[in-house]
């Protein structure tokens, strides 16, 4: 790229990053410093502010950056990424929302301890919020590492090794400083920018193919070099019965793996009612919906414009197929439209890794502190608050982030997510539905559920084509692969729920009939919530 573009993008990140810290220095000086305040940002956002935040949450560098890359080399099978994550909005609205804002205080294990043993199932609970908040960081600094690369040129392995260092410290800040106060208001403005450059650029698409949609999809497929093919089902998914296996795992983990997600689960706690929640939720999907119909017209465009051979060349996994076609949209390379258009859109997808970050930190770091930490130290004083813990957890949480981030950097993000997905949906959904809906439910049905999703989900992952056994594998001189699928989801999510099931059922101690029914009520009408 050339120097305009450098200078023009590094310029609008440095502003956003210098209103961001504006936001969290304001956020800081005006919080009380109670673990409601840090964790929950005092319960004070409406539902159209949290339902802004959600949306900016959950719009991340896989949905602006990953998904649209893999629709410009994938085209039909890319787009199902687009389906599955807005699908899945609709069991959070029907089965979480509104439950788990009046079950819970600030974690999912606030939910499922109100009827079980505390001890145990907050370090369940704890330790797989924090195996995939961080499986979910990881793409978002591999994210953060394109984006930089691209705008340098290409050739700086250094460039984005600090661009994932330097996103690190970054969230820790904004965790650190401003709590979730800071990271709702940043969410928020993230949301709002993402929004305006996605419009912006679905309507250049649509302007340069004179709003034929149609004309579109022709142009993108006989630049794909597939025809027809890029148009129907098969592409990615289709080659033989484990690829289209791998993509019933993919669908079924990308629709529940939601409702599991800690730092999506801990934003009903910034609303004070559960109406509020739900309501929150109504707003976010209109957002998101709307984002994700773009979202296809923008990797389709990428593929009509850009063309699938260079963003391939620019990055192989198609992280950088929304740039390159803002740089083409604007003039091509050299024009002015071309820099400022790119410099937008790279600023914007910077202020989204950013802002998904310091959320996703933030849930993490509370998981830690209030559900680990509290949990380890029960029977003895504690020697720190839960809010410095959380902290320091967030220190130690970016610390591992920027090591994986940096070892995962040539992975799709849009992938990398789905993994976190497939994760949350394996350990977190059972023991979430279970405790809400299942009377019988038991200590060690609860513990069972989440080890029993989260061990396979993680070992699978481990022993998959993503991580050796191919040359676009984590380790590709390694050949310990043993399961074929890619995505885990089709074998550890059923496992979770058999897990929780066996558990309760082999379980000596009886079921408390007085804890559920209320935990019942306290559900369906908020009766006794905080």
């Given at each position: 790229m050339t120097g305009n573009h450098q200078t023009l993008a590094l310029l609008l990140f440095s502003a956003f990053v210098a209103v961001t810290l504006a936001i969290t220095t304001w956020a800081g000086r005006n919080r009380r410093g109670s673990a409601e305040e840090f964790y929950a940002g005092g319960r004070l956002f409406s539902p159209m502010e949290n339902g802004f935040a959600i949306a900016g949450d959950y719009m991340s560098a896989a949905s602006f950056l990953g998904i649209s890359g893999l629709i410009a080399l994938f085209g039909y099978d890319g787009m199902l990424y687009s389906v599955g994550f807005l699908v899945a909005w609709l069991v959070v609205l029907l089965f979480v929302a509104e439950l788990v804002r009046n079950c819970g205080r600030f974690t999912l294990a606030d939910v499922v301890a109100s009827r079980m043993a505390e001890r145990p199932v907050r370090i369940a609970a704890g330790a797989s919020s924090v195996t995939v908040s961080v499986l979910y960081l990881v793409a978002q600094m591999v994210g953060a590492g394109s984006l930089v690369a691209l705008l340098l040129g290409g050739t700086s392995e250094a460039a984005r090794s600090w661009t994932v260092i330097g996103v690190g410290a970054l969230m820790v800040v904004y965790v650190s400083l401003g709590g979730m106060r800071a990271t709702t208001w940043i969410q928020i403005v993230k949301a709002v920018l993402l929004m305006a450059g996605t419009v912006a650029l679905t309507v250049l698409v649509l302007v340069h193919f004179h709003g034929d949609f149609g004309r579109l999809l022709t142009t993108a497929a006989e630049r794909s070099g597939h025809g027809r093919d890029f148009l129907a089902p098969g592409l990615r998914y289709g080659g033989d019965w484990t690829a289209r296996v791998d993509f019933v795992s993919l669908g079924i983990a990308l629709v529940l793996g939601t409702a599991g997600l800690p730092h999506i689960l801990s934003r009903f706690y910034t609303v004070p009612t559960a109406r509020s929640?739900?309501?929150?939720?109504?707003?976010?999907?209109?957002?998101?919906?709307?984002?994700?119909?773009?979202?296809?017209?923008?990797?389709?465009?990428?593929?009509?414009?850009?063309?699938?051979?260079?963003?391939?060349a620019s990055n192989a996994a198609g992280n950088t197929a929304v740039p390159l076609l803002a740089l083409d949209l604007g003039g091509g390379p050299g024009s002015t439209g071309g820099t400022v258009l790119f410099a937008v859109v790279a600023?914007?997808?910077?202020?989204?890794?950013?802002?998904?970050?310091?959320?996703?930190?933030?849930?993490?770091?509370?998981?830690?502190?209030?559900?680990?930490?509290?949990?380890?130290?029960?029977?003895?004083?504690?020697?720190?608050?839960?809010v410095t813990v959380a902290r320091l957890a967030a220190a130690g949480i970016g610390a591992a982030a920027i090591g994986l981030g940096l070892l995962a950097r040539d992975l799709n993000v849009a992938f990398l997510v789905g993994l976190a997905f497939a994760v949350a949906a394996s350990a977190n959904?059972?023991?979430?539905?279970?405790?809400?809906?299942?009377?019988?439910?038991?200590?060690?049905?609860?513990?069972?559920?989440?080890?029993?999703?989260?061990?396979?989900?993680?070992?699978?992952?481990?022993?998959?084509?993503?991580?050796?056994?191919?040359?676009?594998?984590l380790f590709p001189g390694a050949d310990f692969q043993l399961f074929p699928l890619q995505?885990?989801?089709?074998?550890?999510?059923?496992?979770?729920?058999?897990?929780?099931?066996?558990?309760?059922?082999?379980?000596?101690?009886?079921?408390?009939?007085?804890?559920?029914?209320?935990?019942?009520?306290?559900a369906l009408t908020g009766a006794g919530a905080v």
């Open positions: 929640a739900r309501r929150s939720v109504v707003w976010s999907i209109g957002l998101i919906g709307s984002f994700y119909l773009m979202t296809i017209v923008l990797g389709f465009g990428a593929a009509a414009v850009v063309g699938p051979d260079a963003v391939r600023a914007v997808a910077f202020a989204t890794i950013l802002a998904v970050v310091a959320g996703i930190t933030l849930a993490s770091s509370a998981s830690v502190a209030h559900d680990l930490y509290a949990s380890l130290r029960r029977r003895r004083a504690k020697r720190y608050s839960e959904l059972p023991v979430l539905l279970y405790s809400l809906f299942w009377r019988r439910f038991t200590t060690r049905g609860a513990v069972w559920s989440v080890y029993g999703g989260l061990i396979p989900a993680v070992l699978l992952v481990v022993f998959s084509p993503v991580v050796s056994g191919g040359p676009e594998a995505n885990p989801g089709l074998v550890s999510i059923p496992l979770g729920f058999l897990a929780g099931w066996l558990g309760t059922v082999t379980s000596p101690e009886p079921p408390d009939a007085a804890k559920h029914a209320e935990t019942e009520v306290r």
